[in-house]
T-cell receptor, first 113, second 112 residues
Framework: NAGVTQTPKFRVLKTGQSMTLLCAQDMNHEYMYWYRQDPGMGLRLIHYSVGEGTTAKGEVPDGYNVSRLKKQNFLLGLESAAPSQTSVYFC????????????FGPGTRLTVT | KNEVEQSPQNLTAQEGEFITINCSYSVGISALHWLQQHPGGGIVSLFMLSSGKKKHGRLIATINIQEKHSSLHITASHPRDSAVYICAVPPYSGGGADGLTFGKGTHLIIQP
């Protein structure tokens, strides 16, 4: 089992460019999450999904869109990148929500210049 | 919304010392998570607990639901324990389906 994988690992974008981060899990988990981690702050939830075809906003959703067309994949899109979106992005998944362990991907370090 | 406070923010100790990291939260929860983030950035789940105490090797996690407080202890600390330890709880009472709310983490350094 690969667990949770993220693509790419690193990326540099110019302001206004767009990109998609891919998260894939092979554990048949229902729930998937996108978080961002910034210096001096805890991880913050961007969007999440409770199953294939469903998505919901988290704490900091502005500037991001997501899709969950297949159960194993959760995509995070930046339509017009801004320097404020420079961050490390983590994807996580869990069998269900609530008191279930979350499994994290290795992270994607994104820099927007 | 749940607020999570961790202390201390930074901790440097000598190898072999007993380590305690504390976590307090504001809203009643179904379970609390302790996570470890390695210097390379990867995050792994250490414990998920809703009551009492759990032990895994040299790591012990306790939780007091009434006082909304949890502690993570490391016995016989070793330099390989150096990492950031993060406490996380559901953002609202009960729940947890809508992700987690995280503390800012405790940066632990164990010196040989």
């Amino acid at each position: 089992n690969a667990g949770v994988t993220q693509t790419p690992k690193f990326r540099v974008l110019k302001t206004g460019q767009s990109m998609t981060l891919l998260c894939a899990q092979d554990m048949n988990h229902e729930y998937m999450y996108w978080y961002r981690q910034d210096p001096g702050m805890g991880l913050r939830l961007i969007h999440y999904s409770v199953g294939e075809g469903t998505t919901a906003k988290g704490e900091v959703p502005d500037g991001y869109n997501v899709s969950r067309l297949k159960k194993q994949n959760f995509l995070l899109g930046l339509e017009s990148a801004a320097p404020s979106q420079t961050s490390v992005y983590f994807c996580a998944s869990s069998y269900f929500g609530g008191p279930y362990e979350q499994y994290f991907g290795p992270g994607t370090r994104l820099t927007v210049t | 919304k749940n607020e999570v406070e961790q202390s201390p923010q930074n901790l440097t100790a000598q190898e072999g010392e007993f380590i305690t990291i504390n976590c307090s939260y504001s809203v009643g929860i179904s379970a609390l998570h302790w996570l470890q983030q390695h210097p390379g950035g990867g995050i792994v789940s250490l414990f998920m607990l809703s009551s009492g105490k759990k032990k895994h090797g040299r790591l012990i996690a306790t939780i007091n639901i009434q006082e909304k407080h949890s502690s993570l202890h490391i016995t016989a600390s070793h330099p390989r324990d150096s990492a950031v330890y993060i406490c996380a709880v559901p953002p609202y009472s009960g729940g947890g389906a809508d992700g987690l709310t995280f503390g800012k983490g405790t940066h632990l350094i164990i010196q040989p």
